[in-house]
Nanobody, 119 residues
Framework: VQLQASGGGLVQPGGSPRLSCAASGSIFSITEMGWYRQAPGKERELVAV???????NYADSVKGRFTISRDDAKNMVDLQMDSLKPEDTAVYYC??????????????WGQGTLVTVSS
């Protein structure tokens, strides 16, 4: 399963970019779609995750500012980012988990898209 992410770039503080990620390939079912990020010199961390059966979860640092949404018909997941801060600067990765057939799980990562928050 391949993931293609788009969006990001240079954004001013307070900006509202939107990231998109499309999954393609042999997908039988999806159990979870999410976004992670890795800032320079730091480990990758969860930003937002949307389980197919369960509650959406956000990192405390983005609650109230970021919104994750899914289009299950298109196997897509978006991340709407509002009120961006310089500390949101990072490479953002989409992640999709599911099954390629009955009881054959997969977990795929997108290529990463850089979001730089700077004036």
């Amino acid at each position: 399963v391949q993931l293609q992410a788009s969006g990001g770039g240079l954004v001013q503080p307070g900006g509202s970019p939107r990231l998109s990620c499309a999954a393609s390939g042999s997908i039988f079912s999806i159990t979870e779609m999410g976004w992670y990020r890795q800032a320079p010199g730091k480990e990758r961390e969860l930003v937002a995750v949307s389980p197919t059966a369960g509650r959406t979860n956000y990192a405390d640092s983005v609650k109230g500012r970021f919104t994750i949404s899914r289009d299950d018909a298109k196997n897509m997941v978006d991340l709407q980012m509002d009120s961006l801060k310089p500390e949101d600067t990072a490479v953002y990765y989409c992640n999709v988990r599911g099954n390629i057939r009955w009881r054959a799980p997969f977990a795929s990562w997108g290529q990463g898209t850089l979001v730089t928050v700077s004036s």
